[in-house]
């Protein structure tokens, strides 16, 4: 059978749409079969909550008087990059206040960056804006200080390059020292491991071909309500297999997302300090899929169980871009508190929040259910799996 | 009485006082030492897990007082602030004793100060700085 988004959307519209979190279509497909649950089934709803650094946001801070083409911007003594338009700046999620001490006393802290303050922005909290320039007859003011919050501003663009990964590694480190990396602090001789994906409510792992998610999909983000705006960078989607060609579920894909930070709110968009690496953003985001036809459904409904990932060494592997020898786990096990790699039980931790990622699936099934939420059907479809994009290496001339 | 778990924190010129033979000796206390910070020259942390008669606790507990020290109970050391925690469960892992453990299957994050050391791990490594040292 083949649905339509118009098809669905009629249903959404008149309050008829059969609307389940993945979590829910895994039990309906256990208890009913992949054929039947298309048919009951019109639309899943996935979820994360996890740290993605790849994100910021566009301000356009509105003219001063006399007006000013702001070349330097400082946000709470944070730099955004202002090499655009006179008063507008990005500011990243990573980025760090100019006196913070970084890691010269090891492990850093971090406990201030661009992530904290895109959350106290969203909090309508007051933020310092210092700004310099070199002055032009149309622009002639050169310095600036003063306070804003989220409603003064004209514009303020959640925009991200890289959120979503489709899976990500399970980290460990076997060197004979504890090590803090964006995978959080790894005790020495595989004394833990940590994952980051919300497995079987994780976006990108319910669709691996993206036959639903594509330019435009709208989507939950941040507690309000963006868009998918192009994939993500660094987007080398790929099927794992075991040795026998069977699936272990897709790796590699990332989305781009935007959305109004004006309607998302501080639960959603949360500033995060992992010891000894950075300051970033964890972010919620919810994307619905259609369940178009089986073969949506069947991966929308894979399990934990169903799903794998690759561990890695982040002591001596990783940071020398070595393939790791270490085994797949999956998700189930990865859940469960303990994996077992080279006869040692190694007790495992998320990065990501399932639980709230349960909740935005939760959330997001409420809106399609109320009607508000409509689905959108993508402008282009991106890189899927059988195109085998290959990532390239910066070489060092 | 059961044996209490207390925190003991002081200054620096308390640090040359003998708290703990005192303890044993003088009031006849019998005292674990859970953990121990203790530097002459900065503030001391103790964790100390205490059994004994309960008239001769709080005569140890009036003495440690007397002295300046500052007694916690030590479940109000680590705290977990709920309203900062996203339940991501990074601290799960590295808990020594799974104080801190993970619901399942609801994977929701829970804190047993029962079983808490204030060995301040979490504190220092939660993400999102949810863990926090009570007062």
Same mark, same amino acid.
Request: charged fraction near 25%.
């Given at each position: 059978m083949q649905k339509t988004y118009a098809e669905i959307n009629a249903k959404i519209k008149s309050g008829e749409a059969v609307v389940m979190t993945a979590e829910e279509l895994i039990n309906l497909v256990e208890e009913k079969g992949i054929q039947e649950a298309t048919q009951e089934v019109d639309v899943v709803t996935t979820g994360t909550f996890a740290p993605m650094c790849s994100s910021g946001v566009f301000l356009n801070f509105g003219h001063s008087n006399p007006k000013m083409k702001m070349s330097k911007v400082w946000l709470n003594n944070i730099p955004a990059y202002a090499g655009i338009a006179a008063v507008d700046a990005y500011l990243g999620a990573t980025?760090?206040?100019? /006196?913070?001490?970084?890691?010269?006393?090891?492990?850093?802290?971090?406990?201030?960056?661009?992530?904290?303050?895109?959350?106290?922005?969203?909090?309508?909290?007051?933020?310092?804006?210092?700004?310099?320039?070199?002055?032009?007859?149309?622009?002639?003011?050169?310095?600036?200080?003063?306070?804003?919050?989220?409603?003064?501003?004209?514009?303020?663009?959640?925009?991200?390059?890289?959120?979503?990964?489709?899976?990500?590694?399970?980290?460990?480190?076997?060197?004979?020292?504890?090590?803090?990396?964006?995978?959080?602090?790894?005790?020495?001789?595989?004394g833990n491991a940590t994952y980051s994906t919300a497995g079987q409510l994780s976006p990108l792992?319910? /669709?691996?071909?993206?036959?639903?998610?594509?330019?435009?999909?709208?989507?939950?983000?941040?507690?309000?309500?963006?868009?998918?705006?192009?994939?993500?960078t660094q987007h080398f989607p790929s099927m794992q297999t075991d040795s026998q060609g069977n699936e272990l579920g897709a790796s590699g894909g990332t989305l781009a997302l935007i959305g109004?930070?004006?309607?998302?709110?501080?639960?959603?968009?949360?500033?995060?300090?992992?010891?000894?690496?950075?300051?970033?953003?964890?972010?919620?985001?919810?994307?619905?899929?259609?369940?178009?036809?089986?073969?949506?459904?069947?991966?929308?409904?894979?399990?934990?169980?169903?799903?794998?990932?690759?561990?890695?060494?982040?002591?001596?592997?990783?940071?020398?871009?070595?393939?790791?020898?270490?085994?797949?786990?999956?998700?189930?096990?990865?859940?469960?508190?303990?994996?077992?790699?080279?006869?040692?039980?190694?007790?495992?931790?998320?990065?990501?929040?399932?639980?709230?990622?349960?909740?935005?699936?939760?959330?997001?099934?409420?809106?399609?259910?109320?009607?508000?939420?409509?689905?959108?059907?993508?402008?282009?479809?991106?890189?899927n799996p059988d195109n085998h994009v290959k990532s390239k290496t910066l070489k060092i001339k | 009485m059961s044996p209490q778990k207390i925190v003991l924190r002081y200054s620096a010129n308390i640090s040359n006082q003998p708290i703990i033979y005192s303890l044993i000796k003088t009031y006849d206390l019998e005292v674990n030492i859970v953990k121990a910070n203790v530097n002459p020259q900065k503030e001391g942390l103790l964790v100390?897990?205490?059994?004994?008669?309960?008239?001769?606790?709080?005569?140890?507990?009036?003495?440690?007082?007397?002295?300046?020290?500052?007694?916690?109970?030590?479940?109000?050391?680590?705290?977990?602030?709920?309203?900062?925690?996203?339940?991501?469960?990074?601290?799960?892992?590295?808990?020594?004793?799974?104080?801190?453990?993970?619901?399942?299957?609801?994977?929701?994050?829970?804190?047993?100060p029962e079983k808490c050391i204030v060995c301040k791990l979490c504190v220092r490594i939660c993400p999102m700085k949810a863990m926090e040292l009570g007062v």
């Open positions: 980025e760090l206040p100019e /006196d913070d001490p970084l890691n010269s006393k090891h492990p850093g802290q971090f406990r201030y960056g661009g992530g904290h303050l895109i959350e106290e922005l969203v909090a309508g909290k007051e933020i310092e804006l210092k700004a310099t320039a070199y002055g032009t007859d149309c622009y002639p003011r050169t310095e600036l200080s003063t306070t804003i919050t989220l409603d003064d501003l004209n514009e303020a663009i959640l925009f991200n390059p890289r959120n979503c990964y489709q899976n990500y590694n399970c980290a460990i480190n076997t060197t004979d020292k504890t090590i803090y990396t964006y995978m959080g602090m790894l005790k020495e001789k595989m792992l319910k /669709d691996p071909y993206l036959r639903t998610i594509g330019l435009g999909t709208k989507i939950f983000l941040g507690g309000g309500i963006g868009y998918v705006a192009w994939n993500g109004d930070l004006k309607q998302m709110s501080p639960k959603w968009i949360k500033g995060t300090s992992y010891l000894g690496y950075g300051a970033t953003l964890s972010l919620a985001v919810g994307i619905p899929i259609p369940l178009l036809n089986e073969e949506i459904t069947k991966y929308a409904a894979k399990k934990d169980e169903d799903l794998y990932t690759q561990v890695i060494d982040y002591g001596k592997d990783y940071p020398n871009h070595i393939p790791s020898k270490y085994p797949m786990v999956s998700y189930a096990q990865l859940k469960s508190g303990e994996i077992t790699v080279e006869g040692k039980k190694i007790p495992t931790a998320p990065l990501s929040s399932y639980s709230k990622a349960k909740e935005i699936a939760n959330i997001l099934k409420d809106w399609i259910k109320s009607g508000e939420f409509l689905l959108t059907e993508p402008v282009k479809a991106f890189a | 100390l897990e205490i059994n004994g008669d309960g008239e001769h606790y709080d005569q140890g507990i009036a003495y440690l007082k007397k002295l300046g020290v500052i007694i916690q109970p030590m479940e109000s050391e680590v705290v977990q602030n709920k309203e900062k925690c996203i339940m991501c469960g990074a601290c799960t892992g590295i808990c020594p004793t799974k104080a801190l453990y993970l619901e399942r299957p609801s994977m929701e994050v829970r804190f047993d």
